[in-house]
């Protein structure tokens, strides 16, 4: 609850902070400060050692695992500041205004990550993604991001109301607002009774968390709106919002997959495999960085559905490394490409000679996207992939993922390929000290997490 209320604040506190001072070093500063207490604020609670107890009704229910993942949120959304806050100075004009926004959308990844109930994960869900739709359209003067954020907002309505008319429908059959919760009178007591109604509402939900997640074959509003979006933007909506999603996934599928039986794993499998095919294929033939990443972002969504068909206590761990992992890879590819002039893959000709410790840093990033080892995407795709075959009979799932692995090296090294080994002059903005440090930092921090997962894995446990 710490984390709920106090981001609710920080955002509060932004507005305010927009009207006192006109200054937008100031507006980065006090959301940089904001963060860290943030953080400090769930860290108390994740340990019990200062709670803000409010009476939810049972509409909440804060584990470890979702605190951990807030905390992960955070510290993710406190390195993206740092890195991309600059840029954030230089989009639009409202920049507290814009980091107002971030703090309500961590206040709807807090929901997401304790809620208990179909009721407060529709009210996470549009938390988080309602001020998304704006930050889209930040930069008004460019008609692609004006159309990414109204396809957005389209598209997000759309799979929302068919989140409604899922929890309508369990809801209509249950008279609650929690799946699997249906039992009938018998002659042995309780026995569980799975109604159509039921399972139509657990299936409406499931297709529209695919939407909010872009997993395939609802991910087609994901290239446009985040090739469109201002990219210090949509680096924030492919790590952050995009790994709670999938918390939120997981939580809420983790016990209730029952009802649906052997039709789960059917339609899961579909899901995940259309996901890696689109995803992967189609970012082979791009030509901007930028849209690469959007299908590549697809393609990791492949991956971290395997917590979802897995189920079992590698899965947790996996997703929570994966979160870590593709969430600081992300974010810094990212603040290194909104520093280029040019997106496509040419932009990036010769960097490794004028910028060699940012192509260094760039490379770090690509390569733990691809999975390579010594870095933090390695273990998270093994988890993934060890959580598979710890259910059993699904190891043709595993060697699909693997092939498909193997394609997204191609285009993650075809940047590298461009850094070291092509002839050129990347054009950059204006780069700071403090950036090129920060930026060698988050590859050392990829680095030792790939050669030391049980970094990020023994706070979950102690």
Known sequence: MNAIIVSALLGVVMMFTGIISQKKSVHTAVASVGLLLLLLANLLNHYGLFVIHVDTRGMFNFEQFGMYFNSIAIFATLVYVLLSGKTIEHTGVSTADFYALIFFV?????????????????????????????????????????EASLKYFLMGSFSTGIMLMGITLIYGATGTFTMGESNVIGSGGLIPKTSFLEIAGAILIFVSMCFKVSAAPFHFWTPDVYDGAPGVFTSFMATIVKAAGFIAFVRLYENNTAMLGPTWRILLSFVIISTLLIGNITAVFQQSVKRMLAYSSIAQAGFMLFALYSANDLAKEGILL???????????????????????????????????????????????????????????????????????????????????????????????????????????????????????????LIILVGIFPTIVLNFFYF
């Open 322 to 444: 994966y979160s870590v992992a593709y969430s600081l890879a992300t974010i810094g590819i990212f603040a290194i490409l909104i520093k280029m002039k040019d997106y496509t893959f040419d932009g990036f000709n010769g960097l490794a000679k004028s910028q060699p410790l940012l192509a260094f840093a760039m490379a770090v990033c690509l390569l733990s996207l691809a999975g390579i080892p010594l870095t933090a995407g390695f273990f998270a795709k093994y988890y993934m992939l060890a959580s598979v075959v710890k259910t059993g009979g699904s190891l043709w799932l595993v060697v699909i993922a693997v092939l498909f692995a193997a394609v997204s090296a191609y285009y993650y090294f075809r940047v590298i390929q461009a850094m070291y080994f092509k002839d050129g002059e990347a054009e950059l903005m204006e780069l700071t000290p403090a950036f090129k440090t920060g930026m060698l930092a988050l590859a050392v």
């Open 106 to 146: 961590l206040c709807g990844v807090s929901i997401l990550s304790g809620f208990n109930g179909l009721l407060m994960l529709f009210l996470g869900i549009e938390i988080m993604t309602i001020p998304l739709y704006i930050l889209t359209g930040a930069d008004k003067r460019n008609l692609k991001s004006n």
